[in-house]
């Protein structure tokens, strides 16, 4: 950490970089010098390779300790924020304890995370059983992420290697209402984390952070619904097995689809894109059903 004088404050403000899953602070910490400037306080807490594996709460606590130091050391300071996949989970459980921080915030930078819950996390415990990561991973943070963002300028950068996912996080996990959305084609997830056009992204943001409009279109809405059902979010690989299930009137489309298993699958499309991919665990198939015949 950098230190500068008391006197010297007018362009300086505390840059918080966190590290995922699966991770260390060495990779991370290299986009600071695309993004800080001489006069930046720059914390990227390494939390330890091993603990990323077991459970998020001692990660936060953590963070939450380094951030509050930090207000001791410099309380004028603004802080910018960027997190990778968990790490950028952390920071919305950080700011969820601690509303009181956020009129300190320039902006906060969401890189790969699974906002909505990963499919990966779900995937390895579906009920939520044991105390481990994959169980803090799959849990749906839209409701906290979205109403950070009403309130703090938000950015969220995905990668797109084809099929609407960066290999590891489907990008619909990666989005919610009030938030600015950059995808970054032919980025993998781990390339994310500090690669010169996630850099480039998050400087032009800077220049003019702004709170994000709230789409109204017809997708739009037909995906707020779906998504306050908490399904998992999940690639479009299976879309072409899609069959239509209802079509509005400006040509947004609803797909369904059952897999062997018989787990329902919904997409969402417009025109050619298929914007929103999601499966129903099995203890939400009747609550879906129910949902689909209510559909206006």
């Given at each position: 950490?950098?230190?500068?004088?008391?006197?010297?404050?007018?362009?300086?403000?505390?840059?918080?970089?966190?590290?995922?899953w699966?991770?260390?602070?060495?990779?991370?910490?290299?986009?600071s010098?695309?993004?800080?400037?001489?006069?930046?306080?720059?914390?990227?807490?390494?939390?330890?390779?091993i603990?990323?594996?077991?459970?998020?709460?001692?990660?936060?606590?953590?963070?939450?300790?380094?951030?509050?130091?930090?207000?001791?050391?410099y309380?004028?300071?603004?802080?910018?924020?960027?997190?990778?996949?968990?790490?950028?989970?952390?920071?919305?459980?950080?700011?969820?304890?601690?509303p009181?921080?956020?009129?300190?915030?320039?902006?906060?930078?969401?890189?790969?995370?699974?906002?909505?819950?990963s499919?990966?996390?779900?995937?390895?415990?579906?009920?939520?059983?044991?105390?481990?990561?994959?169980?803090?991973?799959?849990?749906?943070?839209?409701?906290?992420?979205?109403?950070?963002?009403?309130?703090?300028?938000?950015?969220?950068?995905?990668?797109?290697?084809?099929?609407?996912?960066?290999?590891?996080?489907?990008?619909?996990?990666?989005?919610?209402?009030?938030?600015?959305?950059?995808?970054?084609?032919?980025?993998?997830?781990?390339?994310?984390?500090?690669h010169?056009?996630?850099a480039?992204?998050?400087?032009?943001?800077?220049?003019?952070?702004?709170?994000a409009?709230?789409?109204?279109?017809?997708?739009?809405?037909l995906?707020?619904?779906?998504?306050?059902?908490?399904?998992?979010?999940?690639?479009?690989?299976?879309?072409?097995?899609a069959?239509?299930?209802?079509?509005?009137?400006?040509?947004?489309?609803?797909?369904?689809?059952?897999?062997?298993?018989?787990?329902?699958?919904?997409?969402?499309?417009?025109?050619?894109?298929?914007?929103?991919?999601?499966?129903?665990?099995?203890?939400?198939?009747?609550?879906?059903?129910?949902?689909?015949?209510?559909?206006?």
């Amino acid at each position: 950490m950098s230190v500068i004088p008391e006197n010297d404050l007018s362009a300086a403000y505390t840059l918080f970089l966190q590290h995922g899953w699966a991770d260390t602070s060495r990779d991370i910490s290299y986009l600071s010098r695309s993004l800080a400037n001489a006069k930046t306080i720059t914390h990227a807490p390494d939390l330890g390779l091993i603990d990323t594996w077991l459970t998020i709460a001692p990660l936060i606590t953590k963070v939450e300790e380094i951030a509050a130091t930090a207000i001791a050391t410099y309380p004028d300071l603004p802080w910018r924020i960027v997190g990778h996949s968990m790490g950028g989970l952390i920071w919305l459980e950080v700011l969820h304890r601690h509303p009181e921080w956020l009129h300190k915030i320039h902006s906060l930078v969401l890189v790969a995370s699974p906002v909505g819950g990963s499919d990966l996390g779900r995937l390895f415990d579906p009920w939520g059983w044991f105390p481990l990561i994959a169980r803090d991973l799959g849990k749906n943070r839209r409701p906290i992420a979205e109403a950070i963002a009403s309130q703090v300028p938000t950015l969220s950068i995905v990668g797109d290697i084809g099929n609407n996912t960066d290999g590891t996080v489907p990008i619909g996990c990666s989005q919610f209402v009030h938030a600015n959305f950059v995808r970054l084609n032919n980025l993998r997830h781990a390339t994310l984390k500090n690669h010169p056009q996630v850099a480039q992204a998050i400087q032009q943001f800077w220049q003019n952070p702004q709170i994000a409009d709230t789409s109204t279109d017809t997708a739009s809405l037909l995906i707020a619904k779906l998504r306050s059902l908490d399904l998992t979010e999940i690639d479009n690989q299976n879309f072409k097995n899609a069959q239509i299930y209802k079509t509005y009137s400006d040509g947004t489309k609803l797909w369904t689809w059952k897999n062997p298993l018989q787990v329902t699958h919904l997409y969402v499309s417009s025109g050619q894109k298929c914007l929103y991919s999601a499966y129903a665990s099995w203890q939400s198939q009747y609550k879906v059903a129910i949902a689909l015949a209510n559909l206006k």
